[in-house]
């Protein structure tokens, strides 16, 4: 499978669905139904099942519940982003803690929304994902990012990062290069440099190692 560029000229993006309650697969299903950019090719009801079907049906995008039995959402898409890495996951929850939120993040899913979502969001976040891109719901944007993520090393507060600073700052700590989270994020190669400068003046770090254990430390991305 390949990223997709648009979806015009494109087969309709192949979804997995993976809850443990029939009645909401079958509620997301009749919510996609009509949707030509979007095509369910199957549905399990826990991430063992998901990743058994994901051999069969090979879903470009994993709709998956994080509360599950036999394998819960957050380890199943541990397992998606190591064995089938061009699967993208994106997580469906009633939850929008903040560290809740941020344990997604690390599983290496690409996108978090709510239950509450319209149906004119769910297929935007589908859309998103399924492009390479990340995606959170209004509400788990708010939780995440409203406010500071951390003390810096010197125990100082810090100003808070922007939402735009968060992600340029797991992206550095994952260690992309400049170019890779413009493309990433849809913008300029100078403006990830002014990100970046203004990330580490807020943060009083000015190391790429510094940054990478930063963002370790606050649990953006995973230890090594």
């Not at 541990?78 to 929850?93: A, E, G």
């Not at 149906?119 to 994902?129: C, F, H, K, M, P």
């Not at 990433?184 to 790429?208: F, G, Y």
């Amino acid at each position: 499978m390949t990223e997709r560029s648009a979806q015009q000229g494109h087969e309709p993006i192949a979804v997995l669905l993976v809850d443990d309650h029939p009645l909401v697969l079958d509620g997301i299903e009749a919510r996609l139904e009509g949707v030509s950019s979007i095509r369910v090719v199957g549905q399990a009801h826990n991430g063992e099942q998901a990743l058994d079907l994901a051999t069969q049906v090979a879903p470009d995008v994993v709709l998956m519940d994080v509360s599950m039995p036999v394998m819960n959402g957050l380890e199943a898409a541990r397992h998606f982003h190591s064995r089938f890495p061009d699967i993208k996951v994106l997580i469906l929850s009633m939850h929008d803690n903040r560290e809740y939120i941020l344990k997604v993040m690390q599983s290496g899913a690409r996108g978090y929304i709510l239950k509450d979502v319209s149906s004119d969001e769910l297929v935007t976040a589908i859309e998103t994902v399924a492009i390479g891109n990340t995606y959170f719901c209004q509400s788990a944007s708010n939780s995440l990012f409203s406010s500071p993520i951390g003390q810096a090393p010197a125990g100082e507060p810090v100003q808070p990062l922007t939402k735009r600073e968060v992600m340029v700052l797991t992206l550095l700590a994952e260690g992309k290069s400049n170019k890779i989270i413009a493309r990433s994020l849809d913008i300029s190669v100078r403006t990830v440099e002014t990100h970046r400068q203004n990330i580490k003046n807020k943060l009083d770090i000015h190391t790429a190692a510094g940054l990478a254990r930063y963002a370790i430390e606050q649990g953006l991305v995973d230890t090594p």
